[in-house]
């Protein structure tokens, strides 16, 4: 607020300067305008500095306690306020996120065995999905919905991607479908471009993971099923 005042004062005497007809009073306002568009110019940058430094510092911090949580393999946001996580040794996954850098660290702890769903979402359309099919039905949508699309080439929006998510369902009646986003832009960007590539190879990368992991748990409980 301080410096917006500082900036427009400047002005002020700047407007003033070109409106008086006195060579003495034209020059002493020009002159004080330029002093304080200067002194507000300082108090910007000091205080743009001062916001940079805080927002890295509390990126690094946050960036360690997402870090701090037990995992084997993980993955973390560019902007440092989520993280996917699994932990081999205790067999869970988790989610760990936070509307912004100030606000407390939510945590989601899921059981490999509590995992039943995932699929690659591309704008709101489905791409690939690997189910538990020890469960009938899919827990993501109506199955019609959730049945995955044959992308047409020749279609120009197919050129261009606004969000990319892996959707993951799980035994969690407070929460049971989890989303992390790979990419979330508001304009679309070509499929070309290295930002989509890269986002997509680490959806695909983490798709088979969560994939490998249901298919585990549902050949374990195949012999289960059987004997009773």
Not at 136 to 147: A, I, K, M, R, Y
């Amino acid at each position: 607020m301080k410096t917006f005042f500082v900036f427009f004062l400047g002005i002020i005497y700047l407007l003033l300067a070109n409106a008086v007809e006195s060579i003495l009073f034209n020059r002493l306002y020009f002159l004080i305008g330029i002093v304080l568009i200067i002194v507000g110019s300082i108090h910007y940058l000091k205080e743009r500095n001062s916001y940079l430094k805080w927002l890295e510092d509390m990126r690094e911090a946050s960036e360690r306690e997402l870090l701090a949580i037990p995992h084997t393999q993980c993955i973390l946001s560019e902007d440092s306020l989520s993280a996917l996580l699994l932990d081999e040794p205790t067999n869970t996954l988790y989610f760990a996120s936070r509307e912004n850098l100030e606000e407390e660290l939510i945590k989601k702890v899921i059981h490999f065995d509590k995992i039943y769903e995932v699929a690659i979402v591309e704008d709101e359309i489905f791409i690939a999905r690997t189910s538990n099919h020890l469960i009938s039905g899919s827990l993501l949508e109506d199955e019609q919905d959730v049945e995955v699309e044959e992308i047409d080439e020749d279609d120009p929006a197919y050129n261009t991607v606004s969000q990319l998510a892996l959707k993951i369902v799980a035994d969690n009646l407070s929460d049971p479908i989890l989303e992390y986003v790979f990419l979330d832009e508001e304009e679309p960007i070509s499929r070309e471009e290295d930002e989509y590539l890269e986002s997509l190879e680490l959806c695909e990368k983490w798709y088979q993971k969560i994939s490998v992991i249901i298919k585990r748990y549902e050949l374990e409980r195949v012999p289960i099923r059987h004997w009773q």
